[in-house]
T-cell receptor
Framework: QKEVEQNSGPLSVPEGAIASLNCTYS??????FFWYRQYSGKSPELIMS????GDKEDGRFTAQLNKASQYVSLLIRDSQPSDSATYLC???????????FGAGTILRVKS | GAGVSQSPRYKVAKRGQDVALRCDPI?????LFWYQQALGQGPEFLTY????????KSGLPSDRFFAERPEGSVSTLKIQRTQQEDSAVYLC??????????????FGPGTRLTVT
C-alpha cells in the first residue's frame, strides 16, 4: 500500500459545480496534511493545510480530515476553469515533517 | 516577500557530467527540503536540512547525489556522473519549522534536469 493514495482522474466538473478530491493515507503518515495545486509545468503551490479532525474552510476551499478512516478530502466550491490543475495530497512523516505525496488528481473544469 | 528561488531553471547535461543545483530559501526559514518529481508523479523526498545540519538524507537515490547547506541558508544539490534516470524536476522547499510536525512547506519553481 502506498503511503498516500489519490485517484489520478481526470475529474471533470462543469463550471460553478463543487469538485471533490479525495486522498487516503497509511499509518506511517502523521497528523499533518496538505493540499497543493500544481499547474502544468509549474511547481506545487500550497492551498490548504489541516491537522485536526473535521473541516477547515478557506474561501472556496474546504479541507476535511477523518483520522479514523484515514482519509482527507478537498472540496472546491463554485469551480472555475482556472482551477483546472493537478491537486496533490501530502502528509507529513517523521520528525522534520518531510512530506509524502500522492501522485495527484487531475481536475478539469469545463466552461 | 520573496519566495524560494532556484537556479538554473533548466539544465541539460550529457550523461556522465556533474551538475549543481542551487536553492535560496525564504529568508529566515530554518528547514530546507529537496524533492525529486518525475513526470506524472508527486514529488519524492530526497533530503532535509535544519539550519546547516543535514538531518535526513534517506531519500537520496545513490551516492552520486550530495547536498549541502554550509551556512544554513543557500543549499546546493550536486549530482555526479549523471545518468538518464536522473532526468526529473528537482524541487526545493523551505519551512519556518524547527522540525515539528504540521508546519507548511513552500516550494521553489524547480530545476528541470534533462540528461542526454
Amino acid at each position: 500500500q502506498k503511503e498516500v493514495e489519490q485517484n489520478s482522474g481526470p475529474l471533470s466538473v462543469p463550471e460553478g459545480a463543487i469538485a471533490s478530491l479525495n486522498c487516503t493515507y497509511s499509518d506511517r503518515v502523521s497528523q499533518s496534511f496538505f493540499w497543493y495545486r500544481q499547474y502544468s509545468g509549474k511547481s506545487p503551490e500550497l492551498i490548504m493545510s489541516i491537522y485536526s479532525n473535521g473541516d477547515k474552510e478557506d474561501g472556496r476551499f474546504t479541507a476535511q480530515l477523518n483520522k479514523a478512516s484515514q482519509y482527507v478530502s478537498l472540496l472546491i466550491r463554485d469551480s472555475q476553469p482556472s482551477d483546472s490543475a493537478t491537486y496533490l495530497c501530502a502528509g507529513g512523516v517523521e520528525y522534520g515533517n518531510k512530506l509524502v505525496f500522492g501522485a495527484g488528481t487531475i481536475l478539469r473544469v469545463k466552461s | 516577500g520573496a519566495g524560494v528561488s532556484q537556479s538554473p531553471r533548466y539544465k541539460v547535461a550529457k550523461r556522465g557530467q556533474d551538475v549543481a543545483l542551487r536553492c535560496d530559501p525564504i529568508s529566515g526559514h530554518v528547514s530546507l527540503f529537496w524533492y525529486q518529481q518525475a513526470l506524472g508523479q508527486g514529488p519524492e523526498f530526497l533530503t532535509y536540512f535544519q539550519n546547516e545540519a543535514q538531518l535526513d538524507k534517506s531519500g537520496l537515490p545513490s551516492d552520486r547525489f550530495f547536498a549541502e547547506r554550509p551556512e544554513g541558508s543557500v543549499s546546493t544539490l550536486k549530482i555526479q556522473r549523471t545518468q538518464q534516470e536522473d532526468s526529473a524536476v528537482y524541487l526545493c522547499a523551505s519551512s519556518p519549522s524547527l522540525g515539528d510536525l504540521g508546519y507548511e512547506q513552500y516550494f521553489g519553481p524547480g530545476t528541470r534536469l534533462t540528461v542526454t
